[in-house]
């Protein structure tokens, strides 16, 4: 029996609790000892209620990065606003760090977009490995790529911020330690298992430019069944923030077109007002299972989260995307080329959003991309998933002992 230890350190939501959950549990099942760290202990209880696991608080950065620009061309600068961007104050994250591998004794240390969980365990001589989305598990063995590809950021800049932040970490390491030639190895460990597929890539890679492609990291089905409006019009499941400008003007477009729509908005859901109200549209009280939902819709409509982008897809359902930050860009721009979607970032608030709903529901190109989509992954199984990242990693640890 080894014992892992799960991290995660930066990044919101439930996405990363919600994976390191599932392999949690499949490693589990095999024998292995299991702890976690968590940037978010409160916020994620209630999901990890049933993970009868010790949970500690892993130690983040608080405080606040002055005199940086305003958007962060790769990941470099993402670690400016993480302590990266000094090697004195980032030596105290490395520091908590330790002491809690310390305390732990892992035999191998698995990251969920947890750099300095990476930086700490090289300083130690502890074997890592890293899980996650294509967005934080970035090509290995080369300079990071530019995440805003299409801004006229200088080459030497980013360069110069990746050079920045490989410096802080090798101060960090001792004179025994490998020193980290890239960026990327703070992402990746050891060994990096990429929870998404080629088609779903933030950088557009190739089946054959990473070595472990396994899918995304879908939680067991569960929420609301979903209630349609009554009538004729085409079901439409959304998922929408109040923080997206454009969500009314959505909601609207709908109603206007003619649609049925399923719509989780979480403030509805925590009882503020609709903003668009009418019977055609059904606000759920709670989270909507997803798979009972997306095997009726005609469309789904969402920001982009890897989670939810999957599932429709693996349902044969086209997207509506409103990305809201980058990382959303980058994936809604990979399902658009492949004609499964619409990347609708680009669309004012005022824009033509009927017309956009109406594209992809008579257009059979969508439909058909993301049928075909589905017919490439048939059979895909999360649980199986979990099971072949927990057997990569004891493979891992194996080879380690061997060396």
């Known amino acids: 029996m080894a014992h892992l230890h799960l991290c995660w350190e930066l990044g919101g939501g439930l996405g990363h609790a919600g994976r390191l959950k599932m392999l949690a549990q499949a490693l589990l099942a095999r024998g292995h000892r299991v702890t976690l760290s968590l940037r978010d202990l409160a916020h994620t209880r209630a999901l990890l209620a049933d993970l009868d696991v010790p949970k500690f608080q892993a130690p983040v950065w608080q405080q606040r990065s002055s005199g940086l620009p305003p958007t962060q061309g790769n990941l470099a600068e993402i670690l400016f606003l993480f302590g990266y961007l000094d090697a004195v104050p980032l030596r105290g994250m490395v520091d908590g760090w330790r002491a809690l591998f310390g305390q732990l004794r892992p035999d191998l240390v698995v990251a969920d ?45 980013l360069s110069s911020s990746e050079a920045r932040v490989v410096g802080n970490a090798n101060l960090l390491l001792p004179s025994t330690a490998v020193p980290f030639e890239h960026g990327a190895e703070l992402f990746l460990g050891d060994v990096a298992v990429l929870c998404t597929w080629p088609e779903l890539d933030h950088y557009g890679r190739a089946e054959h430019e990473a070595a472990h492609w396994v899918g995304p990291s879908l939680l067991s089905p569960g929420g609301l069944a979903p209630h349609w409006p009554p009538g004729e019009g085409r079901k439409v499941f959304a998922y929408l923030k109040a923080g997206h400008a454009s969500h009314r003007a959505v909601l609207q477009a709908l109603v206007d077109e003619g649609c049925r729509a399923v719509v989780y908005l979480p403030d509805v859901a925590g009882g503020a007002a609709p903003p668009v109200i009418s019977p055609q549209l059904h606000y759920a009280d709670a989270p909507v299972d997803l798979t009972l939902a997306l095997a009726e819709a005609d469309l789904c409509i969402s920001h982009g989260g890897v989670a939810t982008l999957a599932q429709a897809l693996l349902a044969g359902v086209p997207l509506l995307m409103l990305p809201m930050q980058n990382e959303q860009f980058l994936i809604a721009r990979q399902v658009a080329r492949s004609g499964a979607g619409y990347n609708a970032a680009l669309l004012q608030p005022d824009g033509d959003w009927r017309g956009a709903v109406r594209r992809i529901l008579e257009q059979d190109s969508y439909r058909l991309a993301a049928r075909a989509f589905a017919a490439r992954r048939r059979g895909f199984d999360p649980k199986r998933m979990n099971d072949e990242i927990a057997a990569l990693l004891e493979r891992q640890m194996a080879s380690t002992q061997q060396s």
């Not at 750099?115 to 899980?131: D, E, Q, Y």
């Open 113 to 157: 977009f947890a750099p300095t969980a990476i930086l700490a365990a090289r300083s130690l001589g502890l074997r890592s490995a890293s899980v996650g989305s294509g967005f934080y598990s970035p090509p290995p063995g080369k300079s990071l790529p530019p995440l805003r590809d299409w801004e006229p950021i200088p080459a030497q800049r």
